[in-house]
Each structure stands twice: as C-alpha cells, then as structure tokens.
C-alpha cells in the first residue's frame, strides 16, 4: 500500500499535463486500475482483514482523487498564468489606421450642429423618448381636439386596463424638450436639443426614428430679428459656405407665432445640389416666436419674456450636406455605407478646428 502510494502521488506530481493526468487516473483509480483490482481482492479476505483492509484502500483511493484534482488545478493556473504573460496588449497603442471604425453622419452631423450653437452660448439639453403626452402635445398648445395630433402619426404606449389617464408617447418631436427646459432652468434660457423622435411613416425620406434638433432662446426683447441673424450664422457655418440666401415663408406651428418655414437658396444643375447657389429653394427648418401658452406652460411669464424656436430634421441637413440619397440606409448597418460615409473618430467637429474637413 505504501509502495503504491508512493508511486502514484509521484507520478501526479510530476505529470506535466491534463492527458498525462488522464492516464495516471486510469491506471490508479480507473475500473481497472491498480487500486480497484486491490479492492475487488476484498472479497476473498476474512472479514477481520477487510476490516483493516478497506478503510485504507478508501482512503488511499480518495488521497489519490484529490492529488489528481490539486494538480489538474495547479496545471489550469499555470497555462492561465502563461496566457497572461504572453496575450497581453497595449491598450495605449494607437488604432491600425485601416482598423478603426467610423463616425456615423448622424452622430458627426449632431456634433457640427452643437458646436456651432456651442459657439453663440447655447447649451445641450435632453429629454426622454418616452415623454408624457402633455409634454409632447398640451404644453405645446395642440389641445386633444388639435388636428397636428392626427397629422403626427404618433406611437402610443400601452396602458394598464382601466388606467383612464392618457397614454405616453415616443415624442413626435423634440419640442417637449423647450417645455422641459423651461421648467428645470427658467428665463433666460439658451439651449439646443439634439436627439431621436419617432412618427408611424416609411418611404425614401421617412424612417420610424429619426433624429431632430430643437434650438429655443428665451430672453428679455427677443425677436424675430434675433433669430433670423443665429438661423443665418448657423447655415453658413454648417454648409461651409461664405453667404447663403434664406428665405423665411409664413407658416404655421401651434407653439410659435408667427411661425416660419425657413428654405435655404440651392440648385440642382447636374442632379447635385449645391446649396448658396441657384434658383430652386429648399425647405431646411421650422421656426417661430414662442407662443406665450407655451411659454406660460414653462412657468415663464410671457408678459416679460420672449423667446424664438426652431426645430431641424438632423438626418435631412446631413442628406442634403454630404450628399446622401436615401434616409433608410442610415438605419440599416450596412458596414459599406458606414465606411463610405462615415468619419474619423478622431476629427472632433469644432469651429475653430473645421467641421467636417
Ligand atoms: N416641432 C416642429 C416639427 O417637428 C418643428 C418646430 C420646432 C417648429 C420649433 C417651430 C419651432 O416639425
């Protein structure tokens, strides 16, 4: 027994690897192996023999279990170890040029709009998806009756059986962002809200979800005047051009007035549009005066502060910028579209820097 022993708590600690491990098993413990023949010879001894003999081969058997299972793991730390030391990378390196990804025209646009607005003192500003109904439409002086509600093609949230409060929604737009504003900061107020809206639609200019940018200022003499000047320094700075013709078209939105529809000076010779140039006009963002509901539904008293607004599909500038046909490939996550037109993530837009060099 002790020879036994001997021989096999020396092999398992010289064994070198799991299969060498395997084999040892087999031949100390396995059906047939050495010390399981010893206790098949239990049988033929007296009973008095097998009361010495089989406590020990048990615990000669179980001794050999657990050196086999100490060294198994010992072996696993040691491979884990040497993985360690030889798999290691630097994360501090640079990114292989041809290896990194790109900047999707969303997030690259979103971020050339920001820093342009960064830049005449307006804050980002965020809301929820899943805004209240009287968020995105009440405050915003479109009442249940309102027919924008119908033309919106809204998502509804569920709600529990015999909740009679009305649903939330996926914004229709980010609008509820100005009422938000409102009520978390007061007057004066400059921010701008970047972020997703939803409306029920599909076709070549219309997704589900797509992306919008609201601008609101509230102040003491705001006008019209005002917003015309930041909408033109805005367009200039986005298009990268010197000067651009704007034309402000009498609309109207619920929560502004007198609202406004701003197109932007454009041609098309060539089937590419050239903005600044031309005599075609194309229609870029809807704007206003804030309506004083809405401004009275912020807690901001109307009677003292004014305030502009503007709201711009995000997807759309960047179609009409970098020259993109089809707003559903945006969504779709096909990696050729996203390295043809897609940025480098290293290219921060800034003003000073360049937006989109
Ligand atoms: N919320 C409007 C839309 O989605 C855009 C807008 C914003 C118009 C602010 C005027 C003022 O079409």
Redo the contacts with the bound molecule.
């Keep these: 027994m002790d020879d036994l022993r001997d021989k096999y708590l020396t092999a398992i600690a010289d064994a070198g690897d799991e299969a060498a491990l395997e084999d040892l098993r087999v031949q100390a413990v396995g059906k047939k192996g050495e010390i399981s023949l010893k206790m098949r010879e239990l049988g033929k001894m007296t009973p008095e023999e097998r009361q010495v003999m089989g406590p020990k081969l048990n615990a000669l058997k179980d001794e050999i279990n657990s050196a086999l299972g100490a060294r198994k793991q010992g072996l696993a730390d040691a491979a884990l170890d040497e993985r360690l030391r030889t798999e290691w990378l630097d994360v501090t390196l640079p990114a292989r040029p041809g290896r990194s990804g790109t900047i999707h025209p969303v997030s690259q646009v979103t971020e050339e709009v920001t820093a342009i607005f960064a830049d005449m003192g307006f804050a980002v500003a965020e809301g929820p998806q899943v805004e209240s109904d009287w968020h995105n439409f009440d405050a915003?002086n479109i009442p249940g009756h309102h027919p924008a509600r119908a033309e919106?093609d809204t998502f509804y949230m569920h709600r529990a059986e015999g909740d009679a409060r009305p649903p939330h929604v996926l914004r229709?737009?980010?609008?509820p962002v100005?009422i938000r504003s409102m009520e978390l900061q007061g007057a004066p107020l400059r921010v701008i809200c970047p972020g997703r809206?939803y409306r029920a639609d599909y076709d070549q200019t219309h997704t589900p979800m797509f992306h919008?940018i609201?601008?609101?200022a509230v102040d003491k003499d705001i006008s019209m005047a005002n917003l015309k000047w930041v909408l033109e320094e805005f367009v200039k700075a986005f298009f990268e051009v010197d000067g651009v013709d704007l034309r402000f078209r009498a609309?109207h939105?619920p929560?502004?007035e007198p609202?406004a529809?701003v197109d932007i000076r454009c041609s098309w010779e060539g089937g590419t549009l050239k903005v600044g140039e031309g005599d075609d006009w194309l229609e870029i963002?809807?704007?206003?005066m804030?309506h004083p509901k809405v401004l009275m539904a912020g807690n901001i008293d109307p009677a003292a502060w004014q305030g502009?607004?503007?709201?711009?599909?995000i997807d759309r500038i960047a179609m009409l910028k970098y020259g993109i046909p089809d707003l559903r490939a945006f969504f779709d996550s096909d990696l050729r579209w996203l390295r043809h037109y897609g940025f480098s993530a290293l290219d921060v837009p800034t003003i000073r820097g360049g937006l989109s060099r």
Aim: glycine share 18%; proline share 0%; charged share 5%.
């Design positions: 915003l919106m229709t737009h980010t609008s100005q809206v919008q609201e601008g609101l609309s939105f929560f502004t609202s529809e963002l809807g704007s206003g804030v502009f607004a503007f709201g711009m599909g």
